[in-house]
């Protein structure tokens, strides 16, 4: 219900950051306690939060409070400055059924569907598209590597799955690169892109912001 709960939920995952060596009650006084350890950090907190301490309370707003600035502002589409191509993908993500699940300002419904990626016969809840041409891999176990490969999957995915694939079709080449030229235009304003130099914790930088 807020960015705040949803920060905790990979930290308390079994397979996203927990692990196995603790338990959804221990591994926040273990982050808690790693944190407190770093001067960095602390110095950072408290710049942040004042006299509050480290604690799950202010990890979780500070995640949220950076995930905040991963807005795509000044998109092509906000500004209605789509190129020809850009015009055919918006028409043919309609037809081909799309906006089933992505609608809206933010190009999700945020309801649970049924795909049956990697088996997976539980609902999991469609994502926004905004900047989706700078998150993949895709789907929710990262299964998908590039668009093209969701585009073709959307093209054999079990429409008996969930009501709302009963419209979805696939995509020709020639209709798959329309598309993918629309969702560059939900994807090219300005967001927070910038990789810091070195990190509090010592650790190497990781990751690729394209």
Same mark, same amino acid.
């Given at each position: 219900?807020? @960015?705040?709960?949803?920060?905790?939920?990979?930290?308390?995952?079994?397979?996203?950051?927990?692990?196995?060596?603790?338990?959804?009650?221990?591994?926040?006084?273990?982050?808690?306690?790693?944190?407190?350890?770093? /001067?960095?950090?602390? +110095? =950072?907190?408290?710049? +942040?939060?004042? +006299?509050? #301490?480290?604690?799950?309370?202010?990890?979780?707003?500070?995640?949220?409070?950076?995930?905040?600035? *991963?807005?795509?502002?000044?998109?092509?589409?906000?500004?209605?400055?789509?190129?020809?191509?850009?015009?055919?993908?918006?028409?043919?993500?309609? =037809?081909?059924?799309?906006?089933?699940?992505?609608?809206?300002?933010?190009? &999700?419904?945020?309801?649970?569907?049924?795909?049956?990626? $990697?088996?997976?016969?539980?609902?999991?809840?469609? #994502?926004? @598209?905004?900047?989706?041409? !700078?998150?993949? #891999?895709?789907?929710?176990?990262? $299964?998908?590597?590039? @668009?093209? +490969?969701?585009?073709?999957?959307?093209?054999?995915?079990?429409?008996? @799955?969930?009501?709302?694939?009963?419209?979805?079709?696939?995509? &020709? /080449?020639?209709?798959?690169?329309?598309? !993918?030229?629309?969702?560059?235009?939900?994807?090219?304003?300005?967001?927070? $892109?910038?990789?810091?130099?070195? *990190?509090? &914790?010592?650790? /190497?930088?990781?990751?690729?912001?394209?």
């Amino acid at each position: 219900r807020s @960015l705040e709960a949803q920060a905790a939920q990979p930290i308390l995952a079994l397979d996203e950051m927990r692990g196995a060596q603790f338990t959804e009650t221990t591994i926040f006084p273990e982050v808690e306690g790693r944190l407190r350890a770093l /001067p960095d950090y602390v +110095a =950072r907190f408290s710049a +942040a939060f004042g +006299a509050q #301490p480290i604690s799950r309370d202010t990890i979780t707003r500070a995640i949220a409070s950076f995930e905040r600035t *991963l807005v795509d502002r000044n998109s092509s589409f906000d500004r209605n400055a789509l190129t020809a191509q850009q015009q055919r993908g918006r028409d043919e993500f309609a =037809r081909h059924g799309c906006l089933g699940c992505h609608n809206g300002p933010l190009f &999700s419904d945020y309801r649970l569907h049924r795909l049956g990626v $990697s088996g997976l016969t539980t609902g999991v809840r469609a #994502p926004s @598209l905004r900047g989706v041409t !700078k998150t993949g #891999p895709y789907m929710h176990d990262g $299964s998908l590597p590039t @668009l093209d +490969a969701v585009l073709q999957f959307y093209g054999r995915v079990d429409r008996r @799955l969930d009501p709302a694939l009963g419209g979805v079709r696939g995509f &020709s /080449p020639t209709e798959a690169a329309d598309v !993918k030229a629309f969702l560059e235009a939900l994807s090219d304003g300005a967001f927070e $892109s910038a990789v810091p130099a070195s *990190l509090p &914790s010592g650790l /190497p930088v990781g990751g690729v912001v394209r």
